[in-house]
């Protein structure tokens, strides 16, 4: 059973910069495509950035400019480096593969997350 456990989350003031992590187990980890989601209070879980195999990324306008998804196949380890930090990326941010087409699930249990907080 694959696990993904995110750390790197913190509070940092507006126009700072975090960089989370998301380790996974398993050992077929660099064939997937994985993302990073968040979902912020009374908010639903939303798509934030996405990162293939081959290392092509995605990422949703909001974000667009300033995160950036990277992955370390040999660590199997994705990370998101977050600059320019602003009170609504505040959210619990979490990893895992993109959701399926047409059932909408990811392949992997969602993990604890990581909580991010940008405030004054």
């Known amino acids: 059973q694959v696990q993904l456990v995110e750390s790197g989350g913190g509070l940092v003031h507006p126009g700072g910069s975090l960089r989370l992590a998301c380790a996974a187990s398993?050992?077929?980890?660099?064939?997937?495509?994985m993302c990073w989601y968040r979902q912020a209070p009374g908010k639903q879980r939303e798509l934030v950035a996405t990162i293939t195999s081959g290392g092509s990324t995605t990422y949703a306008d909001s974000v667009k400019g300033r995160f950036t998804i990277s992955r370390d196949n040999a660590k199997k380890t994705v990370y998101l480096q977050m600059n320019s930090l602003k009170p609504e990326d505040t959210a619990v941010y979490y990893c895992?593969?993109?959701?399926?087409?047409?059932?909408?699930?990811?392949?992997?249990?969602w993990g604890q997350g990581t909580q991010v907080t940008v405030s004054s």
């Open positions: 895992n593969t993109p959701q399926g087409p047409s059932t909408g699930r990811v392949l992997y249990n």
């Open positions: 398993g050992s077929i980890f660099s064939i997937y495509s």
